[in-house]
């Protein structure tokens, strides 16, 4: 159910239900109650129409085939599809080839990104703010998405950039003390900072260490905006739901508003906040662009990924729970070669025989999937889906050239990543200027 | 409707539920619709039988004669009634007169503050906490109540003190921007420190000026165990009530844990806490004392005051919105004595033959109420309720007597208020360790 539909279903309820109180109206609460009953009822009617998927940012469920229906979300959310036209302009306006994820469709959707642009066209810059929720000690390939597309966007705009590690809000959904979450929240910034990020433009912070002042303000201007029947629509929250979770909301929306971060942007309120982040957070800034204007604020602009998939397929899931079903940037080379060869689904045939008469399926292909993630040579991809794609190229072939790129990805990230000290993270989290984050 | 009942009739309609599901039960979900149903049904009930009266922290209304029925408050929120030994107690541990408000019954009930004297008997200490949310500019004598109560037990116990103000909840309930709340904190804190506080025993801070670090931790670990359905109950939201309204609850449950103040009482995890507060608070307080053992803190003890009594007379409602309605703070001596003379209600009769022949209705009557909390002298006040109501004494002899002691009242009061400056009153707000606090 969409947010926009949820919304109309409140609405709607609210006025049958007036309606049926002024027929039999007894007391002066029955309306809300009615409604109540009236929107639950729509919400059955609303499930049975879309038993399929489900994308919040805590749940990512397709349906029976296994594979999210990525138009459908984009109709469903209401943002937009990144076409070429928006990849040109990227183009032009950087004087570099876009990035891989631009090239290859994985950042996919977008809203207002396209402002942004027209904005930068004529001189106005705007900042970048991502995140992660530090549940796990080490991260996998999928957490890297948003991290690699956004230095690329720092490094090509030459922007300023937030990072908030939700270490409160993996407290409150997960069963982690708040300890353990704030180290987790550091352990991630490591691993965040072996990115590349550059320090003179970038600002990380954990919501324990750096809610207050200002940043609180915001949390409470959001919150006095959003309803419990809202948070209950865009999030599925229910009656049951703690309200830690139930206030969490703001807490990942105010970093879109300069006015969160007067050590970075003093006076600067109508600085434009791009976010780069998987499309299942998608719910909190649809929220957040909803309030916005209501406190006087800007918009977020948004680009947004595709989910990256598990090595079992599209149809699995990467899950702390089953360490094969991902590639972590703690694995070995030897465990890299193990899980590829041995857990990396493959779209090949059954028989030597069979493949080199049909050919590979490059639609459920696992190799060739990640080949399109982190291989950078356009030219060199494009020649192993043909060859293997014919029947050519053998799967084995295909996992071999995966490995190779995925053992030195995950080699320069070891390296980088030993290279973070303590010192280099506090330098990242200090609360302080950041005087040429625009040069 | 208590919080107890409420729990039960919750539990109550789940197993209803679960048992119709079982017979007609057609889908997963069922049950929880079915509940929230049943659960509606009976507070209707509820409602029916306790058409009465309503204490919340936002609303306090009396049933039909417009009297609080405070005996039958203490049975419904669970707390007890603070007798005479208690109070003996006070006397014999302190070495002085318990404060009028304990001698004539304002502080009537409490929790756990037997327990707070056994432990101070054994030579441990505490610390209080108490609290105020900005909403006006200036403070009426009902305002005062808890402040003056505060610091009586301040000086009697030699004991730290924090006061909180709620800046964050006045602009989430009332419509109030975040500046404007910021600023009514600042101004209100001129008022209680003017009180007489002590500076090295006390720190006062607002939400917003001292969110984040250990106090944001434990406002998360609080929130984390208190669902909607919890907080519906015991506050009366609903579907509709924003997010802000959900998620406060556990701001105002935190300072009475001393780790919330690590610079103040580091490592000081079994420090008790006692909560001078009107009844209406008890809520929040019945909240924290829940959630408290669970994440491994020790309940806060209260001691619970009376509602100040409105000039129109008890079933009058003191308000912002009709000046005539209280005393104020800012009240010339001219205000006061027209608001006592033409707006407190008199228990005297009608003709001074008829006032003469059958006395006063003491019960009813405003200026003994309001002597009883601000005369200190007890064979005066005895005497005047004696005279009074044998009807030797008129109403406008005793109201005399009480715009003498209210002038004097706000007299110093508002000469120690000129003499609190910001600086004064940043010393007070300051995060800064009291060395001296015990002593």
């Given at each position: ?126 900042y ?32 300023p950039?937030v ?40 600002f ?54 300069p006015?969160?971060f007067p050590h970075l942007f003093p006076?600067e ?163 302080r200027p950041l005087?040429?984050m625009?040069?």
């Amino acid at each position: 159910m969409t947010m926009k539909r949820c919304i109309w279903t409140q609405a709607e309820a609210q006025r049958k239900s007036t309606y049926l109180s002024l027929s039999f109206g007894r007391r002066r609460y029955f309306p809300s109650a009615l409604s109540s009953l009236l929107f639950f009822l729509q919400m059955e009617v609303d499930r049975e129409e879309e038993q399929e998927q489900v994308v919040t940012p805590w749940e990512v469920a397709a349906k029976g085939d296994g594979k999210i229906d990525y138009d459908k979300l984009i109709t469903k959310f209401g943002c937009q599809k990144l076409d070429h036209s928006l990849i040109d302009r990227v183009q032009r306006l950087t004087g570099q080839l876009p990035h891989v994820f631009l090239r290859r469709g994985v950042f996919f959707a977008h809203r207002e990104f396209d402002q942004i642009l027209n904005a930068y066209e004529k001189g106005d810059k705007f900042y970048l703010y991502t995140g992660r929720g530090p549940s796990s000690e080490s991260l996998h390939l999928g957490h890297l998405i948003p991290f690699l597309f956004t230095k690329y966007l720092q490094d090509a705009f030459k922007v300023p950039l937030v990072i908030q590690l939700t270490d409160d809000e993996k407290s409150i959904w997960k069963n982690i003390t708040v300890e353990e979450s704030k180290r987790l929240a550091r352990e991630n910034a490591k691993d965040i900072i072996a990115c590349g990020f550059d320090v003179n433009r970038t600002f990380i912070f954990s919501d324990f260490g750096y809610m207050g002042g200002a940043f609180y303000e915001n949390v409470v201007r959001v919150a006095k905006c959003v309803s419990f029947n809202q948070v209950r629509g865009i999030f599925g929250f229910d009656n049951e739901s703690n309200i830690g979770k139930i206030g969490f909301p703001p807490v990942q929306a105010v970093p879109s508003f300069p006015s969160s971060f007067p050590h970075l942007f003093p006076g600067e309120s109508k600085l434009r906040c791009l976010i780069p982040c998987a499309i299942d957070q998608d719910p909190y800034f649809r929220m957040t662009r909803d309030v916005a204007p209501r406190i006087g604020y800007d918009k977020p602009a948004l680009i947004e990924s595709l989910f990256f998939p598990a090595l079992q397929g599209e149809a699995g899931k990467m899950s702390a729970g089953d360490p094969n079903s991902a590639i972590y940037l703690t694995d070995s080379d030897k465990m890299i070669r193990n899980k590829v060869n041995k857990h990396a689904f493959s779209g090949g045939q059954d028989s030597q025989e069979n493949h080199r008469k049909y050919g590979a399926n490059l639609e459920v292909d696992i190799p060739v999937k990640y080949l399109s993630f982190f291989l950078e040579d356009d030219a060199d991809l494009e020649h192993i889906k043909q060859e293997y794609g014919a029947g050519r190229m053998l799967t084995g072939q295909v996992k071999s050239r995966l490995i190779e790129v995925l053992t030195a990805l995950v080699t320069r990230h070891r390296e980088a990543r030993s290279k973070v000290t303590d010192e280099v993270v506090d330098a990242f989290m200090a609360v302080r200027p950041l005087p040429w984050m625009f040069d």
